[in-house]
């Protein structure tokens, strides 16, 4: 079998590029090891800004009426009690389905992406498992081993492979591509609850410092609990998940009241560590998107947002990479896609990292809370970053940082 591109992993990120390389014209082929609608460890989160790209696959409505609830904005919880409220599009004249973040079950989001790509003409496998890359003489990414439901292991040639299979991406590994970051190491454990007390349309998030939990609707009375933790304070969690899940939850007090009445209503699952990167998101006949080229930490809610604006992003240099006649633009592509990849997320990587050292800091997040509570303009602004339509460089100025250390004090 041949196709132009073939995109390995149909999540967020791999229905994205695919759609997008279809809107272009592109052969696209998309495989995935599971079928479809199918369950994801996640905070089940999206950003204001993903809507924007929902709306241009046509998802959005198919979302919204499966039950996606929509959020105004977040509230962080420090250690100290104080919290920072922080409203998406506060101050900023955004209005309309930008404004707002949502919460949505992957099994809604990933089956309804899918079908947006087939729509568009791209052929999806699912049930296929990629097992290895194959190269050519020159090292040059012809394709991909693959096993199919039924076990028969078969080549599948590319003129471009997309790797978009993921934290864990085999395609990166197999080319040296990805390495894990030293640090933070943190491990998830995300839940389902029903009937918990006090959730709005303002996702939450709690640090403790032991770790941190946030908190969102996902609709039809079903809450989204995620509790994030450094892999050094596990102990207890191994054959145990959901007993660790509910001591650490039942282990802070203002949370423990909430829960004491409400129903866990699906098992914990376990994800991590985190923080991973790729050295370089291309090699010569492959590209990494989404969680493949690089994941840091989840506070931020940046995942699939980025999942999907990547794809954006390198739909259209894939397309010249296997369509130009052009061979200079055609060797320039996939360069061409590290660069434009790098402007576009390492100012957000930047906030995400600051972010990171202060909850990882209880007297650093206390000491942010105290300022962020007294200045909602800068907690709005903070919370606008992380909805992903205001520039990372608002709040990486000298004068907003100087002043977030001013009003702490």
């Known amino acids: 079998?041949?196709?132009?591109?073939?995109?390995?992993?149909?999540?967020?990120?791999?229905?994205?590029?695919?759609?997008?390389?279809?809107?272009?014209?592109?052969?696209?082929?998309?495989?995935?090891?599971?079928?479809?609608?199918?369950?994801?460890?996640?905070?089940?989160?999206?950003?204001?800004?993903?809507?924007?790209?929902?709306?241009?696959?046509?998802?959005?409505?198919?979302?919204?009426?499966?039950?996606?609830?929509?959020?105004?904005?977040?509230?962080?919880?420090?250690?100290?009690?104080?919290?920072?409220?922080?409203?998406?599009?506060?101050?900023?004249?955004f209005r309309g389905f930008r404004d707002r973040g949502l919460g949505v079950r992957r099994t809604v989001l990933d089956a309804t992406l899918v079908d947006c790509a087939r729509r568009a003409g791209v052929q999806v496998l699912e049930r296929t498992h990629m097992t290895d890359v194959v190269r050519d003489a020159r090292g040059v990414v012809t394709g991909v081993q693959v096993r199919d439901e039924s076990g028969v292991p078969r080549t599948?040639?590319?003129?471009?492979?997309?790797?978009?299979?993921?934290?864990?991406?085999?395609?990166?590994?197999?080319?040296?591509?990805?390495?894990?970051?030293?640090?933070?190491?943190?491990?998830?454990?995300?839940?389902?609850?029903?009937?918990?007390?006090?959730?709005?349309?303002?996702?939450?998030?709690?640090?403790?410092?032991?770790?941190?939990?946030?908190?969102?609707?996902?609709?039809?009375?079903?809450?989204?609990?995620a509790v994030v933790v450094p892999a050094s304070r596990t102990d207890g969690l191994s054959g145990d998940p959901a007993g660790f899940f509910e001591r650490w939850v039942m282990g802070a007090p203002h949370l423990a009241a909430r829960f004491a009445t409400a129903e866990r209503v699906s098992e914990v699952r376990v994800t991590g560590p985190f923080a991973t990167a790729a050295r370089q998101a291309w090699a010569p006949g492959v590209a990494l998107v989404g969680d493949a080229a690089d994941f840091f930490d989840p506070f931020t809610g940046e995942g699939v947002y980025a999942a999907l604006r990547g794809g954006e992003l390198l739909a259209p240099l894939a397309a010249e990479y296997v369509r130009s006649p052009n061979a200079t633009v055609r060797a320039g592509a996939l360069p061409e896609y590290e660069r434009v990849r790098r402007s576009e997320f390492s100012g957000k990587w930047m906030v995400e990292r600051l972010i990171a050292a202060f909850v990882a800091a209880p007297p650093?997040?206390?000491?942010?809370?105290?300022?962020?509570?007294?200045?909602?303009?800068?907690?709005?602004?903070?919370?606008?970053?992380?909805?992903?339509?205001?520039?990372?460089?608002?709040?990486?100025?000298?004068?907003?940082?100087?002043?977030?250390?001013?009003?702490?004090?």
């Open 1 to 93: 079998m041949k196709a132009e591109v073939l995109v390995v992993g149909g999540g967020p990120a791999g229905s994205s590029v695919a759609w997008h390389l279809a809107q272009l014209g592109v052969e696209v082929t998309m495989l995935d090891r599971a079928r479809f609608p199918r369950d994801k460890v996640c905070a089940e989160y999206l950003s204001p800004q993903a809507s924007r790209i929902l709306e241009a696959m046509g998802a959005l409505p198919t979302i919204e009426a499966a039950g996606a609830m929509h959020l105004s904005g977040m509230k962080v919880r420090a250690p100290n009690g104080r919290e920072i409220l922080g409203h998406f599009a506060a101050q900023h004249g």
């Open 364 to 409: 650093l997040i206390n000491h942010a809370a105290r300022a962020l509570s007294r200045r909602t303009d800068m907690a709005d602004l903070l919370i606008g970053v992380a909805g992903d339509f205001v520039p990372p460089k608002e709040v990486l100025r000298f004068g907003y940082l100087a002043r977030l250390l001013l009003f702490g004090i």
């Open 156 to 225: 599948m040639n590319a003129s471009l492979v997309i790797g978009a299979d993921g934290l864990r991406s085999v395609v990166g590994r197999r080319l040296g591509l990805t390495r894990k970051a030293w640090w933070p190491k943190r491990i998830a454990l995300v839940a389902h609850y029903r009937g918990l007390p006090g959730v709005t349309e303002i996702g939450e998030m709690h640090v403790e410092a032991n770790g941190y939990v946030g908190i969102a609707d996902v609709g039809h009375g079903v809450t989204n609990v």
